[in-house]
């Protein structure tokens, strides 16, 4: 890819000019500048080494320049602008060439070997299992899966992950509701639970239950957990099948209750205190003023509890782990779940996280940290509210759920790839407003059908050439020969496909899945420009044969860009048949 080759040169260049470490190289940032008249790519390399290297940062950047190495690659020309940046600008034969590597390495182009296969997991979703997923996991579905998409394309061995907690309150209130709206079903008097759920699909599972079982239960003191048990698995099931028509990319649905099971909390505390990392404490009667511990982190009044020193690794305080009578807090066991992540060889663990959580993150990082784990091992993403509106207003209802919109709810309204496309748009940090209205419409106005349409009108341009016995030409050119894309629109549209590898690459590194959906409008508009400005298939049997060629190469691009968010690449749509 071009990054590498860049890298490569610069390293080679920085050699010559007697200036090359490993750190300074580290310190490289190349980018695709916004301008055109900026280059195809460029660096501040020269200004940030200047101060420490004694040289001017313009005469530094012309060294460089002068150094780096001419052999053929995909650079034609460098620049130096403004006060020591390099601009670098493809040369006539990578563009000319460009098209037909495209076509070549057809899913591959965009990938690269850069993640090296370090393993990384992927945890998102991991809905509470107690109701329909609602549309802030809708949304995290979405950024998780394209996430492990995009970690897999350059070179990580990247899982996805769905942690189901089921071994607390929340689950047992599940199944008390069920159990409440049974009895009701059949006439038995039970009290509905004061905290218990109440949307329609807790009445929608207990009409599922075996009528005799239930009615058993409901006389057995032990009964609450077998509709506990029922319920649990019913939700599980339904938001398997939710995720999986989504396009959820899971290679393991792991269980809270496991963890118990095996010992696992337990193991974690006795590793802690074996490390020094925990103290047993009774509660003051006035809390010491540097960085107190927090006596109301369980949840109840403690006389005596057992710490976990994360105010030692950048958390505000120290936290309770276990309680009075030996009971772990919450955060034991999701100290124990990712230290189970770093044993089965994960080198780093991405975690999306709902944004009533992000408080949580730093002293799950310092709890890591005691623990021995790397500093960089966890790495979280909150993915922030989604506001649904239509007709400007919000939404706050579901004909299914009750109470929210759900997933199904979605994808039956506007579909999965919309739903996808709309969900990836934004940062994953930021407050998102999901426009129904515009999901809705099958026009230009609409960018997951915008872009949709672009490769459905190339399809229907090769389908139109294929019919008069017209197919891409096969070479990349004659070196020294007349160029075969000549035109601006020609040169402007092999340009942003060419920055498709660097796009991809950048969007994992940066966890910003964003940025694949902001590329593909970019090129979906890029194409048009093109298709408007330039006829495909004329008379000129030659011409028409290149620009299939890089007609073609857009359609492998839009494809795979879509692939990475999860996002079907249609071939045709309602108006893609136009005239080629």
């Known amino acids: 890819m071009v990054w590498t080759e860049l890298t490569e040169g610069l390293a080679e260049a920085l050699r010559a000019v007697g200036l090359f470490t490993p750190e300074r190289l580290q310190r490289l940032e190349l980018a695709i500048p916004r301008e055109p008249g900026h280059g195809d790519w460029t660096t501040n390399l020269a200004l940030v080494l200047a101060k420490e290297v004694g040289r001017p940062p313009r005469a530094l950047a012309e060294a460089l320049a002068a150094a780096f190495p001419r052999d053929g690659g995909p650079i034609g020309a460098i620049e130096v602008a403004g006060p020591g940046f390099l601009n670098f600008r493809y040369g006539e034969r990578f563009l000319e060439a460009l098209a037909a590597r495209i076509r070549r390495e057809d899913e591959r182009f965009g990938t690269s070997d850069h993640g090296r296969q370090v393993p990384i997991l992927v945890e ?213 779940y990712h230290r189970d992540k770093r044993a089965r060889g994960f080198r780093h663990a991405i975690d999306l996280w709902g944004p009533d959580h992000h408080g949580y993150v730093p002293r799950m990082k310092a709890a890591l940290q005691a623990l021995g784990l790397e500093p960089d091992f966890l790495q979280v993403l909150i993915v922030q509210q989604v506001n649904l509106l239509s007709g400007g207003q919000p939404v706050k209802m579901s004909k299914r759920a009750g109470e929210f919109v759900t997933l199904r709810d979605l994808m039956e309204d506007v579909g999965a790839d919309c739903a996808k496309f709309f969900f990836l748009m934004r940062s994953t940090g930021a407050h998102l407003d999901f426009d129904l209205d515009l999901a809705r419409r099958q026009n230009d106005e609409n960018p997951a059908y915008y872009v949709q349409y672009a490769h459905a009108r190339i399809a229907s341009v090769l389908r139109f050439a294929g019919e008069r016995g017209l197919t891409p030409s096969e070479d990349a050119g004659t070196p020294g020969g007349e160029p075969r894309f000549a035109a601006p629109e020609e040169q402007a549209l092999l340009r942003r496909l060419a920055a498709f590898p660097e796009v991809v690459r950048g969007a994992a590194l940066a966890r910003e899945p964003h940025r694949i959906p902001a590329y593909l409008m970019e090129t979906a508009a890029e194409f048009h420009r093109f298709y408007h400005a330039c006829r495909v298939v004329t008379e000129d049997l030659e011409r028409s044969r290149a620009r299939l060629e890089l007609v073609d190469a857009t359609r492998v691009v839009i494809r795979n860009g879509l692939a990475l968010m999860g996002v079907s690449a249609p071939d045709r749509m309602s108006r893609a048949e136009e005239a080629a």
């Open 124 to 336: 998102y979703v991991s809905a509470n299992p107690t109701g329909p997923l609602n549309v802030v996991s809708a949304r995290a579905a979405a950024v998780g899966a394209s996430l492990v998409r995009l970690l897999q394309a350059i070179g990580h061995r990247a899982e996805g992950e769905f942690y189901v907690n089921d071994a607390g309150n929340q689950v047992d209130l599940l199944g008390e509701s069920v159990a409440a709206r049974f009895a009701e079903s059949i006439g038995v008097p039970r009290p509905f639970p004061a905290e218990g759920y109440r949307g329609a699909y807790v009445g929608e599972i207990a009409r599922e239950l075996p009528p005799a079982e239930a009615r058993a239960a409901l006389d057995r003191k032990d009964g609450v957990a077998w509709f506990r048990q029922q319920a649990l698995e019913r939700v599980l099931a339904s938001q398997r099948r939710d995720l999986d028509a989504y396009g959820g990319v899971f290679s393991r649905w792991a269980r809270e209750s496991e963890i118990h099971a095996s010992h696992a909390v337990e193991k974690t505390l006795a590793e802690l205190e074996a490390r020094g990392m925990t103290y047993r404490a009774l509660r003051p009667e006035v809390a010491p003023a540097d960085r107190p511990p927090s006596w109301e982190e369980a949840g109840e009044p403690l006389a005596e509890a057992t710490f976990l020193r994360t105010a030692r690794f950048g958390d505000d305080q120290d936290r309770v782990v276990q309680k009075s009578g030996g009971a772990p807090t919450y955060l034991l066991p999701d100290i124990a």
